[in-house]
């Protein structure tokens, strides 16, 4: 079956240093792939998506690239702020039309000032 | 905007009652979904629904069943809560019109069963 593994946690960096949470997947077909963030006490958001193979996802500074010839879709950010902490889960949605999606654990990232 | 709204935040039973989460979504969407998310585990599907009164489950339904008499309205069940199901309870929906669609997240209930 489908499968996510992130980078163990949690992640704490200083603000303005340089971000990367590892993301790699198992998936028969051509999954899409998404990272979500989730800012304390709220529910999961969507930050970027990529949907074939060498697609780039980027939002709010944040980038990710499907790597299709090493399972990866790990998330980058070249300079993060304290705003960032929070928890980010790369998934898998499994091809269908119902979407669903395989999650990874989560990673928790703090950004101190 | 749209909107996935949860009925609770924080929720406190007894073992074994009988404990309704309700969710509301104002996108016509088709597809919902109950998760649980505990830590180190990430999120797991308890149950999805593709249609009115349709249901499928999810990797760990044990424990659990839905009700979705109305399209915007999905519910999760717990027809006799123990204390293993203490967690945080989020529903999510999509729609699904591109092939890879996006889930749209309420805020979660925290559910703490004593």
């Known amino acids: 079956g489908n499968s996510v593994t992130q980078m163990e946690g949690p992640v704490t960096l200083s603000e303005e240093a340089f971000l990367t949470i590892n993301c790699t997947y198992t998936?028969?077909?051509?999954?899409?792939l998404f990272w979500y963030v989730q800012y304390p006490g709220e529910g999961l958001q969507l930050l970027l998506k990529?949907?074939?193979?060498?697609d780039k996802g980027s939002n709010k500074g944040f980038e990710a690239t499907y790597r299709k010839e090493t399972t990866s879709f790990h998330l980058e950010k070249g300079s993060v702020q304290v705003s960032d902490s929070a928890v980010y889960f790369c998934?898998?949605?499994?091809?269908?039309?119902?979407?669903?999606?395989?999650f990874g654990q989560g990673t928790i990232l703090t950004v101190h000032p | 905007d749209v909107k996935v709204t949860q009925s609770s935040r924080y929720l406190v039973k007894r073992t074994g009652e009988k404990v309704f989460l309700e969710c509301v979504q104002d996108?016509?969407?088709?597809?919902m979904f109950w998760y649980r998310q505990d830590p180190g585990l990430g999120l797991r599907l308890i149950y999805f629904?593709?249609?009115?009164?349709?249901?499928e489950k999810g990797d760990i339904p044990e424990g659990y069943s839905v009700s979705r008499e109305k399209k915007e309205r999905f519910s999760l069940i717990l027809e006799s809560a123990s204390t293993n199901q203490t967690s945080m309870y989020l529903c999510a929906s999509s729609s699904p019109t591109t092939y890879q669609e996006t889930q749209y997240f309420g805020p979660g209930t925290r559910l703490l069963v004593l």
């Open positions: 629904s593709y249609d009115v009164k349709m249901k």
């Open positions: 998934a898998l949605s499994d091809g269908t039309s119902y979407g669903k999606l395989t």
């Open positions: 998936a028969t077909g051509y999954p899409s």
């Open positions: 990529a949907t074939k193979a060498d």
């Open positions: 996108m016509d969407h088709e597809n």
